[in-house]
């Protein structure tokens, strides 16, 4: 499957200020009469990549989309709890989940560039955000997302053409780089390497891996390779339930819970 | 007297045939298998349906095939059986006086084609007469025009007849009589022949290894595909049926003169003919204020059903809630429903006054006008527009609209700034089939656009009243005084062939740009 050459040996990388970032207390979340999320308490920091996993239907996605209120624009779906970012609570009345979007960028499992040509996709977030007085400043805008999404090299020749021409690893950067573009402080990635064969995931790892100097991370991966390599907390969700969160490096070599063990080594599945 | 089998009894007789042909074949694949059913290649049941449909099925192809075949033989022979120097197929002096040659020729040969039709007309008449039980075999040998008024005898007894009967005709009208007996009876009996002949192969065929299972899919497949073409083959057939007249009237009026004749103005049962020495015709046929009349209004259409239709479908696709559209979109596509003579009355007795009261009758002289019927056309192709853009606008991927909310794109900027740009070829599509739609739209433009029988230029008024193409065929068809051969008759050829056109031209637009906009997403 993977290229890289994976031995399962986990880098003891330094996890960088303690700052939390995010923090969700007693989440719940229902869609319908679906309990989906069941009491998720869970402190994300900041300038780090926190991987969730588990096994499918377990509630990543779902609980991944209440960081930016995603969850709002599906009419079943019902979120109780508390959910803190910078410690503000981001399901109060005042808060706008539009602004916070532009705050909490989205990525999503499969490269979703809307039909407009390169240029275009990274315009729109800082388009109707006004993040840009005049052309130029745009341009250096979208100079500096491409940049930071590692594909600037490769389109900045064909900016006008359509963003839907691109390989699926290239589209991908392009949706990361339109999601870098509205100045977010968090990233949230749904199985972003799903849909991308092994030499693009490669390279969208390495981008992950850098883009946690700038930003707090988050990343739904069904590959715990890709866990244990991009990420430096990992939790695991059983059935809606958190069930363990912790180091990386303690998740994958030394589980508490006896459930995480037999995940991680392929017993639920 | 000569044998007759009616053709009920010969589909009864294939129906049983083929009935007790599949009882047959599955009791013979039994005993062939000695009990054992797994031992034969097929199903009993297989077999059984192998001996029906090669008992049924070619000779009721036959009978199909051969009826057709009787037609145009019967045509042949009527042909060959008329005296070319038959009083009926000349013209008098009086008709060919000051004709060129090349008219002559046409309206002899049309003389003839009508001498024929009446020999045939005559025969189907004589036909139902005798099937009533007027009158027996032996009695049409002794026949003659003067012998009884036949002629009333046979109107008295509800045949139609057209013309007067002559001797001529009588005895032509006898010997088709005849042949047309002799021919059917034939065909007749070679369907049965055939179908005891494939009920016996079928029979024999079955053996432990006949795969009655692949001929049966061949039999399905066979006749899927002969339905298919028959859609096919009515489209050519509608297509030839207008397109000889259609190159008839070009030759004779001049497509030019057709196409870019500013003034329609069909004379009635003149036929066309040329009046005086400078050769123009008495009917002007003008294309150009007909289809000014029939795109104006089309336009008018669009400008309401557009803004509408695509709003609906928005606010249905991206907006309402799924209660709101689970009773919405019911009532639109109910709205879709509603025959065209219905929205044709409410233009013709809600609008039309309404306007005229708002506008004052000076701007608006009648209460049918280009408003009139384009707003009411309009209304009718909301619910055309916002359907098939509310499919499009769902085909726009889930993946777009997360995409777009979770840059923090509002709902309505989503809409503008992704979703519709995304589905725009898509709905430029479905505007194109509305056009087309409205194009050729007939009821509601014969009682609202208006019902001049000519016209001189191009009407700008909005509020004036116009002609369309399509009320221009109905007018003509329904005899404003025209004769079926007239000139103005086949004007309408051309206007339809016209219409046909410029409507497949445009639908064929509008798949291109879908199929287009689909691979897409593909
Ligand atoms: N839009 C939705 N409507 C109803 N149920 C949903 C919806 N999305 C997810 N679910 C349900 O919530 C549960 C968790 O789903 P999800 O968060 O997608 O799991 P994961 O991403 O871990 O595979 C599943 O049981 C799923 O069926
Ligand atoms: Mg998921």
Known sequence: METKVNNMQIDTRIVGEDAIKIAARDVQVYYGDTHAIKDVNVDILDKTVTAFIGPSGCGKSTFLRCLNRMNDTISIARIEGDIRIDGEDIYDRRVDPVQLRAKVGMVFQKPNPFPKSIYENVAYGPRIHGLARTKADLDVIVEQSLRRAALWDEVKDRLEAPGTGLSGGQQQRLCIGRAVATNPEILLMDEPCSALDPI???QVEELIDELRSNFSVVIVTHSMQQAARVSQKTAFFHLGHLVEFDETSKIFTNPEDPRTESYITGRIG | MPLTISISIVLIFIAVLAAVGFVLGRARALSV????????????????????????????????????????ASNIYTNSIIDPNAP???????????LPEAEIEVRLAAQRDLFVASIKGLKTAIDGYIANGNATLADLERWRVDFAPLEARLREDGQIIAASISQNMLDAALRLRSFDAAVALTGRVAAILLSIAGFLIGLKLITRDF???????????????????????????????????????FKEYGLFNFLFGMEWAPAGDVAGRPEGADGSYISALGFMPLIWGTLYIAFVALLVAVPLGL????????????RVRAFVKPALEILAGIPTIVYGIFALVTVGPFLQAVVG???MPNTVSVITAGVVMGMMLVPFVSSLSDDVINAVPQAMRDGSLGLGATPAETVTKVILPAALPGIVGAIVLAASRAIGETMIVVLAAGALSSVTGLETNPFGAVVTVTTRIVAVLLGEGSGFDSIDVLAVFALAFTLFFVTLGLNLLAQRIVAKYREQYD
Do not use: C
């Not at chain 2, 009926?88 to 000051?98: C, F, R």
């Open chain 2, 211 to 249: 795969r009655a299972r692949i001929s049966v899919e061949r039999w399905l497949l066979s006749f899927l595909i002969f339905a298919s073409t028959i859609a096919v083959m009515t489209t050519v057939g509608i297509l030839s049926a207008i397109t000889f007249p259609t190159l008839a009237f």
């Open chain 2, 88 to 98: 009926e197929l000349q013209l008098s002096a009086s008709v060919t006086d000051g």
């Open chain 2, 33 to 72: 298998a000695n009990g054992a059913e797994s031992g034969l290649h097929s199903l009993p049941k297989q077999h059984g349906w192998h001996v029906a449909l090669s008992t049924a099925v070619p000779a009721i192809i036959l009978i199909a095939l051969w009826s057709i075949g009787s037609g145009i």
């Open chain 2, 311 to 322: 709003s609906a479908a928005i606010y249905l696709s991206e907006f309402a809630p799924s």
């Open chain 1, 200 to 202: 693009a995931t490669a």
């Open chain 2, 361 to 363: 009758s000076t701007i």
